[in-house]
């Protein structure tokens, strides 16, 4: 069976998704060979109808990823976000079987406590990933709140950013090898330093190969996000050949088991 790969409607250019909606790139995602899209509240421009957007995706023959720039503490020593009871609505009104969100000042693990009553089985599920913020994009908060979630037995996993790293000087393999079990969903970007700071960039050969180098700490077939401009005259035609890349970032992994 093959991985699922999902492309954020970001990787689109945000100007232009906001200009035309999420609505427009769902044929092309599709066409691509891609299972899923990622919807992104930030490039919302007005309330969305979020019922049509979700009998869109699936008319598209789509899966969906609801991604929320949220904070689950947004504050030191502050509640649980306000807004994450609203952000779940919003994810199961689209039919998102995911809802990613960032960790924020997480501190204790009594914090957790409110978090429960509002994870069922039924989802979404709760991904926290890595951003490119001191609170929530380093290895060691996010080490102890899902291992504290674990504790819990709360039904959260981690979304794993390979290029949000670099904002933080952390080291993706490190990351890997410390919190790879529970990852759930992996976000690919390369980045590179430019005038003004750092930039997402598609992949080169180089970078495939790093990401190639984490897949043995991950879960086996782990669903897969291109968060990467994709541009170019035949957009079609590359967005395919970035789907097919990111279909085999595994292979190697695969092949070792198979001769294990």
């Known amino acids: 069976m093959p991985p699922e790969i999902a492309i954020t409607t970001s990787a689109f250019g945000a100007d232009g998704v906001r200009a035309q909606g999420q609505a427009a790139w769902l044929d092309l995602i599709a066409a691509a060979g891609a299972s899923h899209v990622e919807i992104r509240a930030e490039l919302f421009t ?3 109808d979020f019922a049509a957007l979700g009998a869109a995706i699936r008319a598209a023959g789509l899966g969906c990823i609801y991604s929320v720039p949220l904070e689950l503490w947004p504050e030191t020593d502050a509640a649980l976000s306000p807004r994450l009871p609203a952000a779940l609505a919003e994810a199961r009104l689209l039919g998102a079987d995911t ?9 204790a693990a009594a914090e957790l406590a409110a978090l ?5 089985d039924a989802g979404p599920q709760l991904l926290v990933e890595n951003d490119q913020t001191a609170q ?5 908060p996010l080490r102890a709140f899902i291992q504290a979630a674990r504790a819990a037995q709360l039904l959260v996993g981690l979304t794993f950013d390979v290029g949000n790293w670099r904002w933080q000087d952390e080291d993706p393999l490190q990351a890997a090898r410390l919190l790879g079990p529970d990852v759930r969903y992996l976000h690919c970007k390369a980045v590179r330093r430019r005038a003004g700071g750092l930039h997402a960039v598609p ?12 897949m043995t700490h991950f879960p086996s077939g782990l669903r897969r996000a291109i968060e990467f401009p994709l541009m170019g005259a035949d957009l079609l035609a590359e967005t395919r050949r970035q789907v097919a890349a ?7 992994v695969q092949e070792a088991r198979r001769h294990g």
């Open 246 to 252: 990111l279909r085999t970032l595994d292979a190697q």
């Open 99 to 107: 809802l990613k969100v960032s960790l924020g000042h997480y501190r």
């Open 203 to 214: 992949p080169e050969a180089a970078d495939l190969l790093a990401w190639q180098g984490l």
């Open 116 to 120: 429960a009553p509002l994870l069922t």
């Open 136 to 140: 929530g994009g380093r290895i060691e």
């Open 46 to 48: 007005k309330a969305p």
